[in-house]
């Protein structure tokens, strides 16, 4: 062999090692083993299957470097056990609606849903432009966890009631299900509060030992068959205008992530969080549409005067979150804040357009 040949074939053989070298440790990353746990039923449409989604799409994304065993609600832990575990580091991961954990402290609520809050649009901008993320991490920080969007289910309907609901006085005694600061709101009318995770609404609803229920909107409701222990179905709900729903992490985990391994989960969830909205969005109208003509529910809108009474309630509501923390007062300011400045534009974009589309077309 000549001494050119050798040489280059010396110099091929160092390029072809070189490359193994240089893949070798792409290739043996160590997989990341997550328990992520949940607040909802397994398979329920929307909120179960949009949390099963983003399982799914973080091993995918990842080309299965993330490799997420999933558990609904009641098979690992309780829904309402999901913070504790993950906080605790039992768990990596959880699904579920901020306010949950509002007992812990007020401010979570605002990272679901407030009453006279924010709208999806409004709230995607409050957390990614207007400081919402940064209050969200200090506060969840506060418990070890780490929290992201990962779902919304858009404006909520107000809720299945037996009998019809014609003012604030109606509410008096009135025990429903209803959780977060929408719960006080109610409270303060004289109703009874409840909190129920999704899969013991129906029981306690047809047993009677709730009169009321809110849930989400017609495509969940339906799957619910709420409308065989309640007929009256009134909107709007003043308790969640635009329900957003996270992804929990244990701090500890995330902050041991590398900085691509962040992008990949906050690439997911950010995706789920477009997602279960169109979702939602598409299958609602036609839900509704079901609702009334298979099963006979009647459509009902709230008074002026019964908002009105919603809204001095939710005035004490507030006053009395406000006061409970430094936190809760500045998440609450940086809310207000957030909901005249996003607020003004929709009442001139989105608002004024839909209200002449709506005259022009008769929809």
């Known amino acids: 062999m000549k001494r050119r040949d050798l040489l280059k074939g010396g110099a091929a053989a160092a390029a072809t090692a070189g490359a193994t070298t240089l893949a070798?440790?792409?290739?043996?990353?160590?997989?990341?083993?997550?328990a992520m746990v949940s607040t909802w039923p397994r398979d329920f449409p929307g909120l179960g299957t949009g949390a099963q989604r983003f399982a799914e799409r973080l091993g995918a994304i990842s080309d299965g470097r993330f490799q997420v065993?999933?558990?609904?609600?009641?098979?690992?832990?309780?829904a309402f056990d999901s913070f504790d575990e993950v906080a605790s580091g039992n768990a990596q991961m959880y699904h579920g609606a901020d306010y949950y954990w509002k007992g812990k402290h007020p401010a979570w609520a605002y990272f679901t849903a407030v009453p006279f809050g924010l709208t999806y649009t409004e709230l995607n901008a409050w957390i990614r432009f207007g400081g919402g993320q940064e209050l969200w991490d200090e506060l969840?920080?506060?418990?070890?966890?780490?929290?992201?969007?990962?779902g919304?289910?858009?404006?909520?309907?107000?809720?299945?009631?037996r009998k019809e609901m014609n003012s604030a006085d109606d509410f008096k005694g009135l025990k429903m299900r209803i959780p977060g600061l929408g719960g006080d709101?109610?409270?303060?009318?004289?109703?009874?509060?409840?909190?129920?995770?999704?899969?013991?609404?129906?029981?306690?609803?047809?047993?009677?030992?709730?009169?009321?229920?809110?849930?989400?909107?017609p495509w969940n409701d339906l799957a619910m068959k709420f409308y065989e222990a309640a007929k009256y179905y009134y909107y709007p709900g003043m308790h969640e205008p635009g329900s957003m729903l996270a992804v929990g992490m244990n701090k500890s985990f995330w902050e041991g992530l590398s900085a691509s391994d962040k992008v990949m989960v906050e690439a997911a969830a950010s995706?789920?969080?477009?997602?279960?909205?169109?979702?939602?969005?598409?299958?609602?109208g036609t839900s509704l549409a079901r609702l009334i003509n298979e099963q006979g529910v009647e459509l009902r809108q709230f008074t002026d005067d019964t908002y009105d009474a919603f809204g001095e309630a939710a005035d004490e509501v507030f006053a009395e979150t406000v006061a409970h923390s430094d936190l809760a007062r500045r998440v609450h300011e940086s809310f207000l804040k957030a909901r005249a400045?996003?607020?003004a534009w929709q009442k001139i974009s989105d608002q004024?357009?839909?209200?002449?589309?709506?005259?022009?077309t008769g929809v």
């Open 24 to 34: 070798a440790p792409a290739i043996a990353q160590e997989r990341i083993e997550i």
């Open 69 to 78: 065993q999933y558990f609904a609600a009641g098979e690992r832990v309780g």
């Open 140 to 150: 969840a920080g506060e418990y070890g966890l780490k929290n992201l969007m990962c």
């Open 152 to 161: 919304s289910t858009g404006s909520q309907m107000g809720g299945w009631f």
């Open 185 to 217: 709101v109610l409270a303060k009318l004289g109703a009874s509060p409840v909190s129920l995770p999704g899969g013991q609404i129906y029981e306690n609803l047809i047993s009677g030992a709730i009169d009321a229920t809110e849930w989400v909107g």
């Open 271 to 284: 995706m789920e969080n477009d997602v279960m909205m169109s979702e939602f969005n598409a299958k609602n």
């Open 341 to 343: 400045d996003i607020g």
């Open 352 to 360: 004024a357009y839909l209200e002449q589309r709506n005259r022009v």
